[in-house]
């Protein structure tokens, strides 16, 4: 069965420093997507990046950006110039190819002015 | 475009009741799934709804069931409801292709009491 793991529950950064979310997974698939969501305390969940298993680039999105290591199965996302509004829930998401979709539990992060 | 639009926002119950929830996805998209959120367990899945049927499913008791319309509205049922069911209820809707993101709503806020 496949499993998403995020190792940190909870970060805090200061304001314009950059951190990394790490994100690992295990699956036994060769082709399926990745996905990094954003839950602000307002709660609505957006997407902030998504990856294609398939492709070696790292998918980035403006200040957002993926290190995606898929022998590692490892999806880490970095987020430069972190601000005020990046404070958030962040979800790891793993979903194959019959779509069905599973969520990491969450990493809580704290942007410090 | 509209987004995904859940009601109610918030809902009281007592245990043994039982309640329904709605979601309105984006327009165009027929993939409507459900999640239980909570601060224990995260983000978990409940089903999946493709053009009225239901394609996916999690690892919750027959008392949590769905349906979806031929305009590929969603509701969500819960019978017998418990204390443990206590949780934000998201609804996602996604576009047809292998990969789509999720889009989701707010949310219902379920507290039974």
């Known amino acids: 069965a496949q499993t998403v793991t995020q190792s940190q529950p909870e970060m805090s950064v200061q304001e314009a420093e950059t951190v990394t979310l790490s994100c690992t997974y295990d699956t036994s698939e060769n082709n399926y997507y990745l996905f990094w969501y954003k839950q602000p305390p307002s709660r609505q969940m957006i997407l902030v990046i998504r990856q294609e298993a398939y492709k070696q680039q790292n998918a980035t999105e403006n200040r957002f950006s993926v290190n995606f290591q898929k022998a590692a199965k490892s999806f880490s996302l970095k987020i430069s110039d972190s601000q005020l509004g990046d404070t958030a829930m962040y979800f790891c998401a793993f979903m194959n190819r019959d779509d069905k979709i599973i969520f990491g539990k969450g990493t809580r992060l704290h942007i410090l002015p | 475009k509209a987004g995904v639009t859940q009601t109610p926002r918030y809902l009281i119950k007592t245990r043994g009741q039982q309640v329904t929830l709605s979601c309105s996805p984006i327009?165009?998209?027929?993939?409507v799934s459900w999640y239980q959120q909570t601060p224990g367990q995260g983000l978990q899945f409940l089903f999946e709804y493709f053009s009225e049927t239901q394609r996916n499913k999690g690892n919750f008791p027959g008392r949590f069931s769905g349906r979806q319309f031929s305009n590929s509205r969603s509701e969500m049922n819960v019978s017998t409801l418990e204390l443990g069911d206590s949780a934000l209820y998201l609804c996602?809707?996604?576009?047809?292709?292998?990969?789509?993101?999720?889009?989701f709503g707010d949310g219902t806020r379920l507290s039974i009491l």
């Open positions: 996602a809707s996604s576009g047809t292709g292998m990969g789509q993101p999720q889009h």
């Open positions: 327009s165009g998209h027929r993939s």
